[in-house]
């Protein structure tokens, strides 16, 4: 079956980066797009890019795009998306999510946490 | 950019009681394709409804979806207490705010 396993729960400074890892098995990380969402301490989703593993076409929301960057390693089927020059208000669960058919999530990891404190 | 909104933040209910949950939307969604999806604490979104009103494989019938253009409802049925959790709605890059849906 379809899974994503994300990498573990980090603690950054402010300032620095950080890169989560997003791992596939039960299909070919080139065969769907792949989505990273965030999720702040009690709030909502909030979608911050995606990516076409085939062709490395990629797209990021506007709060994100001078930060974030997100990329893909087809010979471990594997996503990445690094956050850089962090701020405390980028606490949060990241979530990678596998886009299925028209524009829904059909599967997501399991979220990591990372906090950034001082 | 659309903007979805969702009501109300919260709904209380008892096990065995319907639940209606709302998503508008800002302008006119293209084909229906307003997406679902529930959240428990401490646990990735699960996706339930694509294409407004078609169920995702393994999720039960009390859950539907119905709507177009750019006002959509969820409703369960009957509630099991399973189903106590955060609802989103979704399209294209936005989600909704969330609904609550806790036990009375």
């Known amino acids: 079956q379809v899974q994503l396993v994300q990498s573990g729960p980090e603690v950054k400074k402010p300032g620095a980066s950080v890169k989560v890892s997003c791992k596939a098995s039960?299909?070919?990380?080139?065969?769907?797009?792949m989505n990273w969402v965030r999720q702040a301490p009690g709030q909502g989703l909030e979608w911050m890019g995606w990516i076409r593993p085939d062709i490395s076409n990629t797209s990021y929301a506007e709060n994100f795009k001078d930060r974030v960057t997100i990329t893909a390693d087809t010979s471990t089927n594997t996503a990445y998306m690094e956050v850089r020059g962090l701020r405390s208000d980028d606490t949060a669960v990241y979530y990678c999510t596998r886009e299925s058919g028209h524009n829904y999530f059909d599967n997501w990891g399991q979220g990591t946490l990372i906090s950034v404190s001082s | 950019e659309i903007v979805l909104t969702q009501s109300p933040g919260t709904l209380s209910l008892s096990p065995g009681e319907r639940a209606t949950l709302s998503c508008r939307a800002s302008q006119s969604v293209n084909d229906n394709y307003l997406v679902w999806y529930q959240q428990k604490p401490g646990q990735a979104p699960r996706f339930l409804i694509y294409g407004a009103s078609h169920r995702a494989f393994g999720i039960p019938d009390r859950f539907s979806g119905s709507g177009s253009g750019t006002y959509f409802t969820l409703t369960i049925s009957r509630l099991e207490p399973d189903d106590f959790a955060v609802y989103y709605c979704?399209?294209?890059?936005?989600f909704g705010q969330g609904t609550k849906l806790e036990i009375k």
């Open positions: 039960g299909y070919t990380l080139t065969s769907y797009p």
């Open positions: 979704h399209v294209g890059r936005t």
